[in-house]
């Protein structure tokens, strides 16, 4: 390919061309890159719990801000499947409650307020990796607006809805019913904005974060499971946290 | 290959990139500013919640990261191509006296020689290489999840955001110094160069 003659040929480096000889740096850089990827990928481990715990350190030094965008800088991640999310206030938000059920209702966020408030505190735990512990979530626990709604016998599942007009995904009744689900109004202690799904959304402690849906609007009560958005896109349905998605986490609830 | 009927006047102006370099530096130009601006409104939370759709996003983040070697695979079948490959991997003396004077900070041309590409295109072309074949390793073990244990795929996942913002950094420096060189742009948008600017950034080069 590189001739030790002039070439006639001004495409192919000719021997007056210094760069037709040389070290092959170029293709050493290439290799060593690579390796250092394939070392990278080994030391991940202990490379990452170390990056974590020095971040962790330097966000709380950090006004900025910006170490929240470095990778593992801590804190919440936004995903959103939908082209835009509109707002919903106090006057214009409203959760129905149908489906299967004696008594439909739709609730407006005085009424959720009026309604006897759970805290929790549990860690929160995506399940593409990241983890924010020790989050409290408020709010009014599932069982109770089933409950108020009347479920009827034939029912085994719950559906859940949301007003950003994409997003949904379902819970057995069984899970439905766990102490540790909430509609939540609240997160980290305060009211939760749009960005983390305000003014409501759904909180299912023990599951993986994509199970508690944001910008919750509707609540149906169905005789089996119906897989949501990310499920039928191949995320379990039953997202235990330690126990599902292939991931083994320490489980949040 | 015979001399182009389309070449510009030799006094003026000299032939720096056939169809083939420049093709396959579009190309990739695009797949990487799709790959980065996708990768951009899955991560940053502010662009993540203007673009939305994530499934989409996703999709062509994805897609885009997986073409990202096409064009330079599809244009190994230009001579002319292999022939700038030759070059970029070559070091010289002249590369270790370039790479020298820019520690320096020694901006004269003469103190900075170089052939058809400087030493520091040379050392970006083998970098950015690996880089994407690394990006496309690890993005490969994200993307299928079951078939790697549950640690690979964290690790890929570490590998892969870091490298993903060296890379940002290192794709802003090249654009950076496209933008302040027109004539370095021109060459890949037409093919050719003035003459007097060869000869001052690349006084080696003998085209």
């Known amino acids: 390919m590189k001739p030790e003659h002039p070439s006639p040929e001004p495409d192919v480096p000719g021997a007056d061309d210094p760069d037709a000889r040389g070290t092959p740096v170029g293709r050493r850089v290439l290799l060593g890159t690579l390796g250092l990827g394939a070392l990278g990928l080994a030391a991940a481990p202990s490379l990452q719990r170390g990056l974590e715990s020095f971040l962790a350190g330097a966000a709380d030094r950090d006004p900025t801000g910006l170490t929240g965008l470095l990778p593992n800088g801590g804190g919440f991640r936004y995903y959103s499947v939908a082209a835009s999310v509109p707002r919903k206030d106090a006057r214009t938000y409203r959760l129905t409650v149908d489906g299967l059920v004696d008594r439909p209702a739709s609730y407006t966020l005085a009424d959720l307020k009026a309604l006897p408030q759970t805290r929790l505190v549990r860690d929160v735990q995506c399940v593409t990796g990241w983890r924010v512990p020790g989050t409290p979530f408020e709010g009014v626990r599932l069982s109770r607006l089933l409950d108020a709604a009347g479920v009827r016998p034939a029912a085994r599942a719950v559906r ?43 909180y ?50 | ?20 370099q420049r093709w396959a530096h579009r190309a990739t130009a695009l797949l990487m500013g799709v790959c980065v601006a996708t990768a951009a409104c899955l991560y940053v939370p502010q662009l993540a919640q203007l673009a939305g759709r994530r499934a989409l996003v996703v999709t062509l983040h994805q897609w885009s990261g997986l073409l990202l070697p096409v064009p330079v695979l599809a244009a190994l079948v230009s001579r002319a191509f292999r022939a700038d490959l030759a070059r970029l991997n070559r070091f010289g003396p002249h590369d270790r006296v370039w790479l020298r004077a820019t520690l320096r900070r020694d901006r004269r041309p003469a103190s900075r020689p170089a052939g058809k590409f400087n030493a520091g295109q040379k050392l970006y072309a083998a970098w950015i290489a690996g880089a994407t074949l690394v990006m496309l390793g690890t993005g490969l073990l994200m993307w299928f999840t079951h078939l790697t244990p549950l640690v690979w795929r ?47 950034e690349h006084p080696l080069w003998r085209p």
Not at chain 1, 167 to 192: H, K
Not at chain 2, 1 to 20: I, L
């Open chain 2, 154 to 200: 964290t690790a890929a996942t570490f590998v892969h955001d870091w490298l993903a913002l060296t890379v940002g950094i290192v794709l802003a420096g090249h654009v950076g110094m496209a933008l302040a060189d027109p004539e370095a742009r021109r060459g890949l948008r037409t093919g050719s160069v003035r003459r007097e600017w060869a000869e001052r």
């Open chain 2, 1 to 20: 290959m015979p001399p182009r009927a389309d070449a510009p006047p030799a006094d003026t102006t000299v032939r720096r990139f056939a169809p083939a």
């Open chain 1, 204 to 253: 299912v402690a023990p599951m993986y974060f994509y199970k508690s849906a944001k910008w919750l609007s509707g609540i149906t009560i169905t005789e089996d499971v119906e897989p949501g958005y990310w499920e039928v896109r191949g995320y379990d349905v039953d997202a235990w946290v330690g126990r599902s998605n292939g991931r083994d986490d320490a489980p949040t609830s």
């Open chain 1, 160 to 202: 859940f809805t949301c007003f950003d007009g994409t997003y949904s995904e379902s819970l057995t009744l069984g899970q439905a019913r766990r102490a540790d689900v909430l509609v939540a109004l609240r997160m980290r202690d305060e009211d939760i904005g749009h960005g983390h799904g305000g003014p409501a959304r759904l």
